[in-house]
């Protein structure tokens, strides 16, 4: 029976492995388990997300549901129908691949710029603060949920200071571009193998150390290499989950 099919898909994807938070983190970590199950592949691409189901699933009311569902469409990860409700939106590899290679383009060039500009002080501040929390939590034994989403929140600082730090209007609009593919944007750590996220973080460490340098020419090959890597993971990833379906 198809409808028992979507409930028994439904529960095995809302499945929280994190223990939920109370008060008012619920909401964000509501949006924050569905997103890493979005971006996993654990709802079937072009299925429907039914919020009274997710709500008795996981144990929270529609309201909770329905704003998290409105917030990742907002992020493209989901699309909203009028008559279907929302929708696991199906996004070619194709265009990931097209959207990680401009990424790596533009981020290149902006550590570049950030390079030759210099840092400021609050920047340099809130780029190391990144790389010592990555360090503090790639080296603790955390649940999974927990640590990807904290390493999300890292990620998106770190290239977002070296957007800012570029002092180009045009480049930063190329680079949210490429991020409305979400599988794209810093936030959205896709691929999360904890040795795998290690060594992108490892690149972080070295591309800072060129852009604190002013060594414009390695910061951006740094930088290229750096998103091009994650693009290879994702690919494999993506591969490896469309195979076992």
Known sequence: MPAEA????????SQSPAPEPQGSTRSAW?????????????????????????SHQLD??????RA???????????????????????L????????????????GLAARLAAERGLSDESRRTLEQALAEGDAILSRRL???????????????????????????????VVRACQRMPQAAAHNVMAFELADVRERHKAHHQIYLAVL?????????????????????????????????
């Open 213 to 245: 340098g002013r060594e414009g020419q390695q910061a951006e090959m740094l930088m290229r290499a750096h998103v091009l890597s994650v693009k290879s993971s994702i690919v494999r990833s993506l591969a490896r989950r469309d195979g076992s379906t």
């Open 60 to 65: 929270v009311s529609r309201t909770p549901v």
């Open 6 to 13: 979507d409930r028994k898909r439904l529960q095995r994807a």
């Open 30 to 54: 509501l949006t924050e388990h569905l997103r890493q199950a979005l971006l996993d592949g654990k709802f079937p691409l072009g299925s429907r997300l039914n919020e009274v189901h997710l």
């Open 143 to 173: 649940n999974r949920e927990v640590q990807r989403a904290a390493y999300a929140n890292l990620n998106e600082s770190f290239h977002s200071t070296i957007h800012a730090a570029a002092q180009s209007d045009l480049l930063n609009d």
């Open 92 to 107: 070619p590899l194709s265009e990931v691949v097209v959207a990680y290679e401009m990424r790596a383009l533009a981020e």
């Open 68 to 90: 998290a569902l409105h917030v990742l469409a907002g992020e493209g990860l989901l699309r909203y129908h009028a008559n279907k409700g929302f929708v696991v939106r199906d």
